[in-house]
Each structure stands twice: as C-alpha cells, then as structure tokens.
C-alpha cells in the first residue's frame, strides 16, 4: 500500500511560535499540503501570520505558554474549533545567552520555561486528546545545542538537551496508543533572525565548520517535520533527527 508522505487534507496541526521564523515556516509547509492550522504564539502578531496562510479556517491563539494552565487552555481551543488535533510541532523558544559564569538565574529559568516546560505543557495537554483518539504526532524542535556544547549557551543547550529526554519518555509511553513523539535538531536556519544573529564574519565562520558549507533552510527543517508527522513515518518515534548538514559529526 502506499503512503502519501506529506497530505495533510482533513489533519489539525498546533503549531506554537507559529508568527515567525521555523514556526511559521512550517505553519506555511503544513498549510499548503491541506492541513487546518492552529497557530500559537506570544502576541496578536499570530492573528496575521494565521490570515496569510494558505487555504482557509486557521485560528491564531496568542497566549503566553509559560502561564499555568496555558497550554490546557490552548489544546482546549484547538478542539473546540477544529474538533480535532492530529499534530503538535513545538517551535516555540528563547535564546538568552551568557558566559555560565555570568548567566542569571532569571534567564536560566526563563530558558527552560519557554524551551522546556512548555514544551512538555502542550506535549501533555495534546497527548491526553491524542491517546484518546488513537492517533497523534508531535514533534519538537530542538537543536544541534541538544547533542554538543557551545560557549555562552548553557541555558539553551541544557534545554535542548532535556527536550531529547522528554520526547523518549513520551514516545515510549505513547506509542501502544498511536502517538509517536520525536525531535529535530537543526544548525543555524536562515529565517530574518537567523540571518540577522550571524551575519558577516561571525556567519562564515560558523559556515566554515559545517561541511556542506551552508546553513539550512526554513523549508528543509518545515520539511522533516513534516515526514515525521506523515502516515509514513508511523515506525519512526522516539528520535532524534540532525539537520546541522553534519556539523555534529566532526
């Protein structure tokens, strides 16, 4: 039997972190193959972000994730307006650096809270819809941070670090209901931040140090997300997937 690997006609997708950047990059990649997309993010610049969609019926959710009981409330929105949630893409996150010297307490937890925290929120909150239903994908965005260490990222490569232990934990306990749950770990992505952050010297000598010479991008990361919440990666759950163009290789 075959497997169309990226039609997603009658799937809700929860996309948090969805206004810009891989959030929305995916949002877009999901919407275009026929996905109804539920977008979450900080502020109304979402409500937007969800118009220029293609295709029709998103909703904008704008909400702050690292509130109690936010991402009940979200999951509970997206069921009340779609009926339904297949897929949960969390994107969502802040990277606030420093020397581990330097690092504050405050940004520390703010790190973890945003990357971490609600990560697993809404990963709980979709997963008891999903379990229910027999059917369900997730997947978090982590990073090559969650593999390797990089200087004044400690909060950041810690919390990527811990989204890898949660998503095992989940896939393991999930699977025997249907739901995988996996993370990808991409390089620097060349969404207007991604640019911004590392243009000039600082950019090519990060290129330098990858092997295939480039940064990824927004599409190629959209795209893996987008087989691991496919039919056909119904066998895949439980990984880890680079996208760093074996940066983490050498």
């Not at 020397?99 to 925290?117: D, H, R």
């Not at 950041?156 to 770990?185: D, I, Q």
Request: charged content about 15%.
């Amino acid at each position: 039997m075959s497997v169309a690997v990226q039609d997603f006609a009658g799937k809700t997708a929860v996309i948090t972190g969805a206004a810009s950047g891989i959030g929305n990059a995916v949002a877009h990649y999901f919407a275009e193959r026929g996905a109804q997309i539920v977008g979450v993010d900080l502020n109304d610049s979402i409500v937007r972000a969800m118009a220029e969609l293609p295709g029709g019926g998103h909703h904008a959710v704008a909400r702050n994730l690292t509130e109690p009981g936010a991402a009940r409330d979200v999951i509970a929105e997206a069921v009340a307006v779609a009926r339904r949630v297949d897929i949960l893409v969390n994107s969502a996150g802040v990277a606030l650096l420093d020397a581990a010297l330097e690092l504050s307490e405050e940004k520390w937890n703010a790190t973890l809270a945003v990357n971490l925290t609600a990560s697993f929120t809404m990963s709980q909150a979709a997963g008891a819809v999903m379990t229910a239903a027999g059917f369900g994908r997730i997947v978090n965005l982590a990073s090559q941070a969650s593999v390797i260490g990089l200087e004044q990222h400690v909060a950041y490569c810690a919390s990527k670090a811990g989204v890898l232990g949660m998503t095992r934990v989940l896939s393991l306990e999930w699977a025997p209901f249907g739901v995988t749950v996996n993370a990808v770990s991409p390089t620097v992505v060349e969404t207007p931040l991604g640019k911004a952050a590392w243009a000039g010297a600082k950019g090519e000598a990060m290129k330098s140090r990858i092997p295939v010479g480039r940064f990824a991008r927004p599409d190629e990361v959209a795209a893996l997300i987008a087989y691991l919440a496919s039919e056909a990666a119904a066998m895949v759950t439980g990984e880890n997937i680079l996208i760093d163009g074996g940066y983490a290789s050498i």
